[in-house]
């Protein structure tokens, strides 16, 4: 005997006539029960994919000056994002990214250990056990967190480890080029400092804006895609410093020791509360420099060839894949900035030496 369909197929006419039709479908018990969804164990594999999760509450954040909306399940998100990127305003062009956060209730509370992290190509994963990751795909920017309520709970772990990690990694994928560098800037011209973790790159930003420059970002700053000039963005808001720095700069003495994002012990400030005259978020790049804090008595700028900077920040990038081919591209437009390295020991000497540098661009 032949096998029979679940489903019969009819064709009904739409006029009088009888020459137009609709297709109308006689559907099976079976083919109700999945479209409807199916039996209860069914429905609950599906429930504990955590797919359908509803997520009411939303807002929009300006993150590097750049739209993004946040959309939960929980209010608390939404106030840690205010603490995370409250403090900028739209300035550039809408992203029209969209990062989804979905709160379970329970959890340990145990401290969590940071996320382990996993790249191929433009995925993307941040995992910390079964039930607090986040997955995200970096080249249609779509991203989902799914966290457990007592991980919310602890705000400053939130923030770091999750909430930021992913708004700058889309950003990043999508507008922006990291770059693992601080900016300053006098008379308008900005300059990059590049340099291995504990050549200074902070200190010096900070002695630099105490001693009248503009401060843009004390170790990271973002390259705009596609202008004709390099320009970077940075958290011109707050600088974070190494808890050494209270032994050069007594006004941080009383203030508290944070985690940052990587793990690593740090003291975060906002710039309003720090003698720094002036602070700019943007910043146009006139001129690069590698700092190498070294046992001299002088401070020495050496020209480094053409390209160099451009060479270099292709080697530090972290993407992968397209992600990673458009990255490098992008980082060409560093080669043509006049580049440095900044032979060093003391601040002070450090700073004359910048002096000088961006007086023959005035």
Same mark, same amino acid.
């Given at each position: 005997m032949a096998s029979v369909d679940s489903s019969i197929q009819l064709r009904t006419p739409l006029s009088a006539a009888g020459n137009e039709y609709e297709d109308v479908t006689t559907t099976s018990v079976h083919e109700k029960k999945r479209l409807t969804g199916g039996s209860a164990k069914h429905q609950e594999l599906r429930a504990a994919l955590l797919a359908d999760m509803n997520l009411p509450l939303r807002q929009t954040f300006y993150p590097l000056g750049f739209a993004v909306e946040i959309l939960t399940n929980n209010v608390d998100v939404l106030h840690a994002?205010?603490?995370?990127?409250?403090?900028?305003?739209?300035?550039?062009?809408?992203?029209?990214?969209?990062?989804?956060?979905?709160?379970?209730?329970?959890?340990?509370?145990?401290?969590?250990?940071?996320?382990?992290?996993r790249e191929y190509s433009h995925l993307y994963s941040l995992v910390v056990d079964a039930e607090n990751q986040a997955l995200l795909d970096l080249k249609t920017c779509v991203s989902f967190l799914w966290l457990t309520q007592s991980s919310l709970r602890n705000r400053l772990y939130f923030r770091y480890?999750?909430?930021?990690? $992913? @708004?700058?990694? #889309?950003?990043? /994928?999508? $507008? @922006?080029?990291? #770059?693992?560098? /601080?900016? $300053?800037?006098?008379?308008g011209k900005g300059i990059l400092l590049f340099g291995d973790s504990g050549a200074g790159k902070s200190t010096l930003a900070y002695a630099c804006a105490r001693d009248g420059w503009t401060y843009t970002s004390d170790d990271t700053c973002y390259l705009i895609n596609k202008l004709k000039q390099p320009r970077?963005?940075?958290?011109?808001?707050?600088?974070?410093?190494?808890?050494?720095?209270?032994?050069?700069?007594?006004?941080?003495e009383h203030c508290a020791i944070t985690p940052r994002m990587e793990g690593k012990p740090s003291i975060e400030?906002?710039?309003?509360?720090?003698?720094?005259?002036?602070?700019?978020?943007?910043?146009?790049?006139?001129?690069?420099?590698?700092?190498?804090?070294?046992?001299?008595?002088?401070a020495t700028l050496i020209r480094l060839p053409a390209g160099t900077a451009a060479l270099r920040s292709r080697q530090e990038l972290f993407s992968a894949g397209e992600i990673?081919?458009?990255?490098?591209?992008?980082?060409?437009?560093?080669?043509?900035?006049?580049?440095?390295?900044?032979?060093y020991s003391g601040v002070a000497n450090a700073i004359q030496q910048l002096d000088l540098l961006v007086q023959d661009f005035v």
């Open positions: 994002a205010a603490e995370s990127f409250g403090h900028r305003r739209l300035c550039r062009g809408n992203t029209a990214l969209r990062v989804r956060v979905g709160i379970t209730e329970g959890g340990t509370s145990e401290c969590l250990s940071e996320p382990v992290r480890n999750f909430l930021e990690k $992913v @708004v700058y990694l #889309l950003l990043g /994928a999508s $507008v @922006v080029t990291d #770059l693992h560098a /601080a900016c $300053v800037s006098k008379y970077v963005i940075g958290h011109s808001h707050r600088v974070r410093f190494r808890p050494a720095a209270k032994e050069f700069f007594p006004e941080l400030v906002p710039t309003s509360k720090l003698p720094i005259l002036e602070a700019s978020a943007e910043a146009s790049v006139h001129a690069i420099v590698y700092l190498n804090r070294i046992a001299t008595s002088t990673r081919e458009k990255h490098e591209k992008i980082l060409e437009i560093l080669s043509p900035v006049p580049t440095y390295e900044l032979q």
